[in-house]
């Protein structure tokens, strides 16, 4: 009997083999760690635009206090002006009662 002969032979095959499996494990790697990047890229973003919310909304409270404390003068003004004008309205009012006495 004779023995076959094979075109590859078995430590051909092997270092094939180990080959083969060492790229699916880099393969498997780089797969592994391009998700981890996009994962923590995606969570930066994330936290990235909570405080840009967080800013935009302590920026929002301070317009809207401001606001607010501008109106409150305002309508402290009206006030104090109604009441000058009311004052002004009974001098006018007294002096036409003593223009009709006097004249």
């Given at each position: 009997?004779?023995?076959?002969?094979?075109?590859?032979?078995?430590?051909?095959?092997?270092?094939?083999?180990?080959?083969?499996?060492?790229?699916?494990?880099?393969?498997?790697?780089?797969?592994?760690?391009?998700?981890?990047?996009?994962?923590?890229?995606?969570?930066?973003?994330?936290?990235?635009?909570?405080?840009?919310?967080?800013?935009?909304?302590?920026?929002?409270?301070?317009?809207?206090?401001?606001?607010?404390?501008?109106?409150?003068?305002?309508e402290?003004?009206?006030?104090?002006?109604?009441?000058?004008?009311?004052?002004?309205?009974?001098?006018?009012?007294?002096?036409?009662?003593?223009?009709g006495?006097?004249?």
């Amino acid at each position: 009997m004779s023995k076959t002969q094979y075109i590859l032979s078995l430590d051909t095959l092997k270092t094939m083999g180990q080959g083969a499996l060492g790229a699916m494990t880099f393969g498997m790697y780089h797969q592994f760690t391009t998700n981890k990047i996009m994962e923590l890229n995606n969570e930066k973003i994330r936290l990235e635009q909570e405080q840009m919310r967080n800013e935009h909304n302590r920026q929002i409270s301070e317009l809207k206090n401001s606001y607010q404390s501008q109106v409150k003068n305002c309508e402290s003004q009206v006030k104090n002006y109604q009441t000058q004008v009311d004052e002004l309205n009974e001098k006018v009012k007294k002096l036409e009662e003593r223009k009709g006495w006097f004249w």
